[in-house]
């Protein structure tokens, strides 16, 4: 139901695009979605999250174990099957692992903070994360999600940002195209970039997030994407880097920097790539709009995200973070092992606003990277152009 307060920021709304694309913006409370999911999906049991931190665990030891005998393989031709299958499954199973730190930064791991934070700071560490510092502007990512101006990563260029001409002097509609903006091979390029230095160009320089003024960074604790209070975590973070980099450059030593390479790094550059994408496609489609201060709210904004499976077999490896991730933006303390029941009730709640794609991932991937290349300066719901 509209109220008197919300009837009159419509009135000052800008709504041309979500009227030409028939969007709808959503009236629900977050207190109806909640009430239409079972009690028991928001109880965090700490033992049940330490059997999955076991789970990963092991298949990370057994596949590493496995693989110090490819070399002793025989056959060149099995060597070269054999290294790049380790690679693909170890990043599988340590996107897993991320996923688990990523859950203990949102205190969905267990009840105690205490718990979540050192397993979080432990798992994050050993995969080259800034675990506070992540943990808080990914707090924000949550609590903005959507959010022209206070989302944190994937923030859509405006129309002047990427150097287009106004939109009323622009005879295309979408600006003109460089003769080989739209070549595959460019886009290929770039897709390789994004996903080798993504993640780590995030970290270091908040690629893809807002625009903050000086050196935005998880590793700069004075920067404004933490609050003054957030000092000693961001520094916490640091050193738990500085004690992984340790371990790697003394098993660098004991074992060899090839080695190292080939069970450590490459699995590493895997991790990346998945996380750069389900991230990428959870809020990146053609699709789904953004919205600026007088249309967005927080359960408007949740909704803005695309369920997503990527098949069975990693639906499971990496926890069901792409296929239940609707969910977990609504309710990010929830542990993941109810978030499927969850999402059930929460597709019968949200109806037509409930959002899932069933585009197979690489055509989805490229749609995205062809289609999203810019919203417009003003409006107040604005959907990507090309």
Known sequence: MATKRNVAKESTQILDEAKERGWEIPEFTIKEIRDAIPAHCFRRDTFRSFTYVIHDLALIAALAYGATFIDQVSSPVARVLLWP?????????GTGL????????????????????????????????????????HSRHHKSTGH????QVFVPKTRSEVGLPAREKDVEGDGPHADLHDAPIVSLV??????????PMYLFVNTSGQKYPGWASHFNPYCAIFEKNNVGEVYQSMLGLLTMFGVLTYCGQLFGSMTMIKFYVIPYLFVNFWLV????LQHTDPALPHYRESVWNFQRGAALTIDRSYGKILNYFHHHIADTHVAHHFFSTMPHYHAEEATAHIKKALGKHYKYDATPVPQALWRAWKYCRFVEDDGDVVFFKH
């Open 85 to 93: 299958a380790y690679w693909i499954a170890q990043g599988i199973v």
């Open 98 to 137: 991320w996923v688990i730190g990523h859950e203990c930064g949102h205190q969905a791991f267990s009840p105690s903070k205490t718990i979540n934070n050192s397993v979080g700071m432990v798992l994050h560490s050993a995969l080259l994360v800034p675990y506070h510092s992540w943990k808080l502007s």
């Open 148 to 151: 022209m101006t206070n989302d």
């Open 190 to 199: 770039q897709l390789v970039f994004m996903f080798l230095f993504g993640w």
């Open 277 to 280: 994408l389900i991230t990428y």
